[in-house]
């Protein structure tokens, strides 16, 4: 990845060439995507300036740091199992194991990909902090299973060797917090990668807060950095038992299926 030096936000002007960009070592090409914007009548750019997400070297900075503190909100299960294990389910109705290739984009201490290998999936998760990732090796051993576990950024799948012909893939939190260009990156990525009949879980905080927390993607950006997915089910997720930055963030539940 190439990175350019840090520009303030007083001194960044908006335009083709400049970068709007408080973060440490953004990479030009997505700051100045930026600018760029989705689709609809507020561009990416002001989007950006009211809570702008982040790039990829301060999202990896921001999870190294909360791994490294041990503070990882996310991991309280009490909440999650019944929903994923019901998203889950919707993808396996009718089948029989083995189900086929699941990557798990930013699969933190492997619990879902360990849950996916378990009911019959040929799991891939990849995870860009590696004390996460000695974790979740561990879980797969102690479960007896086999996960391909590798550490890459969800950005650039293809370099991180995850392979082809995934026809499920998770984004559990990983990608909301990214900037607009970045959750295109991604998708670019997810294409390249997947089946034609693939699909896609993800669990997004709703938009339009302010501070620390991830920014959130709502429908429409979804839709428009996967294009050529249709979004199939949308609800919302249950946050009982969650800390209150949950509750707070509105989250979503999303199925995109390419077809
Ligand atoms: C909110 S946690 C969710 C973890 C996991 N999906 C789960 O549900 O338990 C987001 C995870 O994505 C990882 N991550 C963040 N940015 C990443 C990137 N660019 N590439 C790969 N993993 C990333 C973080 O280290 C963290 O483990």
Not at 44 to 53: E, L, S, T
Not at 193 to 209: C, E, I, K, Q
Request: glycine fraction near 12%; proline fraction near 5%; aromatic fraction near 8%.
């Amino acid at each position: 990845m190439r990175y350019v030096k840090r520009v303030s936000r007083s001194k960044a002007k908006v335009g083709a060439d400049a970068l709007d960009c408080a973060h440490i070592g953004c990479s030009g090409a997505v700051c100045r995507d930026l600018d760029a914007g989705l689709n609809g009548a507020q561009s990416g750019y002001q989007a950006a300036r009211q809570h702008p997400g982040r790039c990829l070297v301060v999202n990896v900075l921001l999870y190294r740091a909360l791994w490294g503190l041990g503070f990882t909100p996310w991991e309280r299960r009490q909440a999650w199992a019944e929903q994923v294990s019901a998203m889950f389910d919707g993808e396996e109705q009718g089948r029989q194991p083995p189900y086929g290739a699941a990557l798990d984009l930013g699969c933190g201490t492997g619990f879902w990909s360990v849950d996916l290998a378990e009911r019959g999936w040929e799991v891939t998760g990849v995870e860009i902090v590696p004390k996460a990732l000695r974790a979740a090796r561990e879980r797969a051993q102690k479960a007896g299973v086999e996960v391909r576990f590798l550490e890459g950024s969800v950005a650039s799948l293809r370099d991180a060797d995850a392979g082809f012909g995934f026809r499920l893939v998770l984004d559990l939190g990983t990608v909301h917090g990214l900037a607009p260009a970045e959750v295109k990156a991604v998708a670019g990525e997810v294409n390249a990668v997947t089946t034609d009949d693939a699909t896609l879980l993800m669990y997004a905080f709703s938009p339009g807060r302010k501070g620390p927390t991830p920014r959130g993607l709502d429908r429409e950006e979804v839709e428009a950095a996967y294009a050529g997915w249709r979004v199939v089910d949308e609800q919302p997720f249950d946050t009982s038992g969650m800390p209150a930055l949950f509750k707070k963030a509105d989250p979503r539940w999303y199925r995109l299926r390419r077809d």
